[in-house]
């Protein structure tokens, strides 16, 4: 049986849970997927950086304590050393899952860079490469004759752009509206039973929604970039976050939500992308009051949900976990799967 090395870049909540689902169903998954998966590679900030070419015993280092390093180990190094790892290890597939930058991408655009760069195929649920410099990342891979993907940067595991570009072939898609920020979604559901704005993001912050700083979900720049790639992938449009016109919901008081409510409606904040008959694409992030016969209105808590006007069909809508350690983490391995079958068409077509 054939078998994917894996590099895992950054070792925080996603790419742990990669590893686990690895160590805990092992042959199980090999013989589900046709391919086996070995890590041979890691890097984390406060770990540093793992080389083993003949596979790294996640068990061992799942285990270490907050104390431990693995300066000392085989192949180990104290430091991450990311772009050496990407370019040295005898990985063919790169897993980017460091933090997402909104402004620049960086340090993941350089990571992603590197792999392509050095032949290796690449998975990411890091929203930064694709949004900022999607396109030429894809023809950096096409003339390295490997992939690029990134299903996980829209919806975690709730795979919206495979669903759109293989089973939604033949049709026309005319509009995208989507509810993409689940803790957005959970705060303004908590304040139509009354509570404050402050009081629903400490509430999502308890739960694990929300992270320390809330910024980039309360103020839709976290949307912002998942509608450039919805707009880019999906109408093939070439935008940016400039073109994309933003507003958040710190705007929306209890009084305004409680208001809907009683009249049917209910608060969202919605991505869309609009393309008009001549082809042109518009995008923006704003909170609408949603009429209740909406197809996403009803989505309440940390769900995230997206509804796609179509020519042939209407509207198809298309709900699932937009965030989570396993979620997140099955994102990726959908991507490593894409990236076997592609390998396999290709030396299909060879012989």
């Known amino acids: 049986m054939t078998h994917h090395d894996l590099a895992l870049i950054g070792f925080g ?29 890691i890097t984390d900030l406060r770990l540093g950086s ?33 772009e050496y790892v990407i370019r040295h290890t005898t990985a063919d597939v790169v897993v980017e899952a460091t933090f997402t930058n909104p402004v620049d991408g960086e340090p993941a655009i350089s990571h992603v860079r590197a792999a392509l760069e050095s032949g290796k195929s690449v998975t990411t649920t890091n929203k930064g ?42 049709l026309r898609i005319t509009r995208v509206q989507g509810i993409l920020n689940g803790t957005s979604n959970f705060v303004l559901g908590q304040m139509e039973s009354g509570r404050s704005l402050e009081d629903a ?14 910024t980039a979900d309360i103020e839709g720049s976290d949307v912002q970039l998942k509608v450039v790639i919805l707009a880019n992938e999906l109408l093939g449009a070439d935008i940016t976050t400039a073109d994309v016109s933003r507003v958040g919901i710190s ?40 009429a209740a016969d909406h197809p996403l209105a009803g989505i309440s808590g940390a769900t995230n949900a997206i509804a796609f006007t179509t020519d042939l069909l209407g509207a198809i809508t ?11 983490a099955y994102a990726l391995l959908s991507d490593i799967i894409a990236i076997d079958a592609h390998q396999a068409s290709l030396a299909g077509a060879l012989r």
């Open 201 to 214: 993001v400490a509430e999502a912050q308890a739960l694990g929604y929300a992270e320390a700083d809330p």
């Open 13 to 41: 909540g996603v790419n742990r849970a990669l590893a686990e689902i690895i160590r805990d169903r092992g042959d199980d998954l090999a013989a589900d997927l046709g391919f086996g998966l070995r890590v041979v590679a």
């Open 129 to 170: 490469p694709v949004a900022l410099a999607g396109t030429a990342l894809n023809r950096l891979a096409a003339e390295n004759g490997v992939r690029f993907e990134y299903e996980g940067s829209v919806m975690s595991g709730t795979p919206v752009l495979r669903l759109a570009q293989q089973t939604l072939r033949g």
């Open 318 to 328: 298309m709900s699932g976990p937009g965030a989570g350690r396993l979620e997140t």
């Open 50 to 82: 793992l080389m083993q070419s003949d596979g790294i015993d996640l068990g061992a280092v799942l285990s270490m304590t907050g104390l431990d390093t693995f300066a000392g180990m085989p192949g180990g190094d104290a430091e991450p050393r990311n």
């Open 251 to 290: 705007g929306i008081t209890a009084t305004d939500v409680i208001a809907a409510a009683a009249a049917g409606e209910h608060w969202k904040l919605i991505g869309t992308v609009d393309r008009d008959e001549a082809g042109a694409v518009t995008a923006s992030v704003q909170p609408l009051s949603l």
